[in-house]
């Protein structure tokens, strides 16, 4: 990346450094943040952006091929292909116009932000979307050895120092479902 990319705010815990959707651009390094500081030189990719903010913001790299939005993205994919989309809490819901059908509901793509977090749940959050090759049977729509992934969220990596920091506490993992 060399220093020159761009992100869109995802998660922040302070709106007046960062507004949250909003695309901001890293040129050379420098970042300059809402209340007209600048970051000067110092972030080169993902890791310094992290890095240097102390994991206070979260960050998902934007597409330099054009600066829409994964909710836009998933539009225009939509009009091209069947769409299967996997959400936070592991179901899967086909995209049929503005909506995601599952099994048991439907949620429209007005209750999602630009980055397809959900407004209405956290376990609705779009964490994987695929796109339909193979299917001659609607239970064909949901076998995942008939969908070729399109995009998939990346995964937040902390240590554990990361997490006990973050509580202020000596921290024990309990349980682990993926």
Same mark, same amino acid.
């Given at each position: 990346?060399?220093?020159?990319?761009?992100?869109?705010?995802?998660?922040?815990?302070?709106?007046?450094?960062?507004?949250?959707?909003?695309?901001?651009?890293?040129?050379?390094?420098?970042?300059?943040?809402?209340?007209?500081?600048?970051?000067?030189?110092?972030?080169?990719?993902?890791?310094?952006?992290?890095?240097?903010?102390?994991?206070?913001?979260?960050?998902?790299?934007?597409?330099?091929? &054009?600066?829409?939005? !994964?909710? =836009? @993205?998933?539009?225009?994919?939509?009009?091209?292909y069947? +769409?299967?989309? /996997?959400?936070?809490?592991?179901e899967?819901?086909?995209?049929?116009?503005?909506?995601?059908?599952?099994?048991?509901?439907?949620?429209?793509?007005?209750?999602?932000?630009?980055?397809?977090?959900?407004?209405?749940?956290?376990?609705?959050?779009?964490?994987?979307?695929?796109?339909?090759?193979n299917?001659?049977?609607?239970?064909?729509l949901?076998?995942?050895? &008939?969908?070729?992934? !399109?995009? =998939? @969220?990346?995964?937040?990596?902390?240590?554990?120092?990361? +997490?006990?920091? /973050?509580?202020?506490?000596?921290?024990?993992?309990?349980?682990?479902?993926?």
């Amino acid at each position: 990346m060399n220093g020159n990319f761009k992100v869109i705010c995802i998660n922040s815990t302070n709106d007046t450094l960062f507004t949250e959707n909003k695309i901001y651009e890293i040129k050379d390094g420098s970042l300059t943040m809402d209340n007209g500081k600048t970051i000067s030189g110092y972030i080169n990719d993902m890791v310094d952006l992290e890095v240097y903010l102390c994991s206070e913001f979260e960050f998902e790299l934007v597409s330099e091929d &054009n600066d829409k939005s !994964l909710k =836009e @993205k998933l539009l225009d994919w939509n009009k091209e292909y069947s +769409i299967i989309v /996997k959400h936070r809490d592991g179901e899967f819901s086909y995209m049929f116009e503005d909506r995601f059908l599952s099994k048991d509901t439907w949620i429209t793509i007005d209750d999602y932000n630009s980055n397809l977090n959900s407004d209405r749940s956290p376990s609705c959050e779009v964490i994987a979307i695929y796109k339909v090759f193979n299917a001659c049977k609607i239970e064909d729509l949901f076998n995942i050895n &008939n969908l070729e992934l !399109l995009w =998939e @969220k990346e995964a937040k990596k902390v240590t554990m120092k990361d +997490i006990e920091n /973050k509580f202020g506490c000596r921290v024990e993992i309990v349980d682990f479902n993926l």
